[in-house]
């Protein structure tokens, strides 16, 4: 049994992951989740939907740490919090100028505070750092809550400058990458990037001004001519 699909990325790309609460699944049919419990395994497929079992056919199930058992034949996930990583994220948050609450929301977004979630693609942990840019930023094992928040909070950095502090072209950068955003000069017209930087925003609890709504830049070219566009300046090189 499997929970549907919502829409959500990360870094490096677009994925689909599902995000729905799963407060209890039943088990193979006639199997107590009492005894079967320690056994349960977890398997996100390639369209983002999550699979639990207790009798595993695919060596891509992982452990479920936290699972319990009701003795109702029913399985119980751990709820997940932010609360644990709460100030790691305030501390590096303020280190590297970003906006705690920002980080918060893009973590909520991406892996609903879970340190082990891994996309289709291959983006892990808090934030989902592909592999690739993991390394780049320095990050040494992404499933480590604090280097890949600081990682993730980094390229957040990295991208607020580059689109000269505008928090909706930062984040679809995040979500589809820099050469989307590049290309379209702007948000890329593609929903689940869109959805991705409201869903983002509103967690933030930012006004929603860049995911298909108009947006304005203001900005100082030659001569400090001062210029209004509905295209944003040309990223930093």
């Known amino acids: 049994m499997a929970c549907p699909a919502s829409s959500s990325s990360g870094v490096g790309g677009m994925r689909r992951r599902c995000a729905a ?9 006639g199997t107590p989740a009492a005894s079967a419990s320690d056994s349960a395994l977890r398997l996100v497929d390639g369209d983002g939907v999550v699979h639990l079992t207790n009798v595993p056919a695919d060596p891509r199930y992982r452990g479920l740490p936290g699972a319990s058992g009701t003795g109702a034949e029913w399985l119980r996930l751990p709820a997940r919090s932010g609360t644990q990583y709460a100030a ?19 973590v909520r977004t991406e892996s609903g505070f879970d340190p082990t979630a891994v996309s289709p693609k291959g983006a892990g942990g808090l934030m ?24 993730g909070i980094r390229h957040l950095r990295y991208l607020l400058d580059r689109y000269q502090g505008s928090v909706a ?19 890329p017209p593609y929903p689940e990037t869109q959805q991705y930087v409201r869903r ?9 001004s860049g995911a298909g709504a108009a947006v304005i830049y203001r900005y100082s070219g030659p001569d400090d001519v001062v210029t209004y566009s509905n295209l944003p300046p040309r990223p930093r090189p």
């Open 21 to 29: 609460s799963i407060a209890a699944l039943l088990l193979a049919a």
């Open 88 to 106: 790691d994220i305030q501390e590096i948050s303020r280190e590297l100028g970003v906006s705690p609450s920002l980080v918060e929301a893009v």
């Open 128 to 151: 989902q750092l592909m592999s690739k840019t993991a390394a780049a930023l320095g990050v040494p094992d992404r499933f480590d809550p604090r280097e890949n928040i600081r990682g």
């Open 169 to 187: 072209l930062a984040l679809a950068a995040y979500n589809a990458g820099e050469g989307a955003v590049d290309i379209h000069r702007g948000i």
């Open 200 to 208: 983002v925003l509103r967690h933030a609890g930012l006004p929603d």
